[in-house]
């Protein structure tokens, strides 16, 4: 199996997924932190953090996930109170309305957490909803191949940054 | 007379030592070669164990054939089938892994290096991906070695945003890449290797991509073959390709199986290939794989 590690997050990608993890480019007054993308077919050039470009090429057997980090100032708000990623989902958890783009067929799930001291939130498209019952365990194995690296300590502390 | 012979004696002297000497140093390599347990013959035989001494029980290992090889691993050497996924780091330090199977794409794999002079012509030609007359569809994938072993710099020097590039040093493993250049195009849906080899020009890669693509696309990636699906090979696979065309009702002397030009292989939209004075895909290529 595969094994993917960058800016803090690693991932050994069950069978059948790609993936990447990366940091876009600094834009003026904004500070880029760490997505990763996974998916069962192949992810094009450019997707964007949620999927757009990604999840209309899905076919009803695929599974695209994102695990996508805020910025520091998030830890601690409610939103991110649940501590630690959820590792299992059940097919119950996904819903076609629960989308940030609703293609007809299609379900997700989107979960706010902090883990290892990093705000971030995880969510997954369902190529078919109708097809959950097998998709889903493949998206528990992805979760459960995931893990997160503490934050690095400020640059002034002279520890080694990420990579 | 006198002189002579004792110049002779001298001389078949010399020899002599050298021969001893000869005799010794093939000795010393022999038993290293014993101690690593590559031995010709079983040293056990002689009653010593590896450090000389009598016994009854040789606590040495045994001597087992060890594969002696000088360079990449030659055709009939290879596991040319499998496509594994590919895992490494983009020049720029994010991590990246692309599957090659599981899909109905066909991925087309580069593996170049930074400073081979005859891949500089194919880093040029990848800046501009929409001159490179690959098909529809054709997933483009530029690998080089890993970070320890490539200039990550130079390699973002030729990078931008429509090349996907992985640096991994694994991947030149596992697709066992005898050098740079080297192509491998790789049928998703087997997840299989169904061509591989070197070029000179981009444009002849291209050509052979295009005929990977009228090869594979008319019947379905997944339905080529029973025997193909099958991972048969040689003599098996052959029988079960002629059942399936027997089965079908193309039996020896069909007409199907004797075109009469490469129109009749590349019929349509797609021309016949240009002669060409260079040889694409040649020295250590294997052509069409599985």
Redesign the interface.
Known sequence: ???????G?AAT?PE????????RPHLEGEIAHPVAHFA???LP??VADFGGGAVTLMGPNDIFAVLFEYGPESVGKELFARQGMQRSLSAGDFRPTLLRRGLGGQSGTQWFFTEAGRPFTFYAVLGSHARRGVLVPRVNSLLAALSVSPPPLSPNSGAAPW? | MVALVLVLTFVVLLLGILVAGLLRSHADILKALHDLGAGVGDPSASGRDAHGHHGGVDPSPRAVHVPFTLGPPLPGERDSASA????G??P????????VS??D?L?LIAFLSSGCSTCAGFWDALQRPQELGLPEGI?LLVVTKGPELESAAEVRSKAH??L?IIMSTDAWGDYEVPGSPFFVLVD?ASARRIGEGVANHFNQVAELVRRAVVDVRPFGLGSRSKGFADGLDGPERETANDEELLAVGIHPGHRSLYPRSLADVFPSESPAPQEDDSEPWTAGSIGKVG
Not at chain 1, 1 to 7: C, G, K, S, T, V
Not at chain 2, 92 to 99: C, E, P, Q, V, Y
């Open positions: 199996m595969a094994m993917l590690r960058a800016h997050l990608l059948g997924f790609e993936g990447r993890i990366f940091v069962t077919f192949p050039q450019e990579n | 594994p996924t590919i895992a780091v983009t720029g330090g994010d991590a990246l892994a692309i599957t599981g899909h794409t991925t997933r945003e429509r996907e998703g």
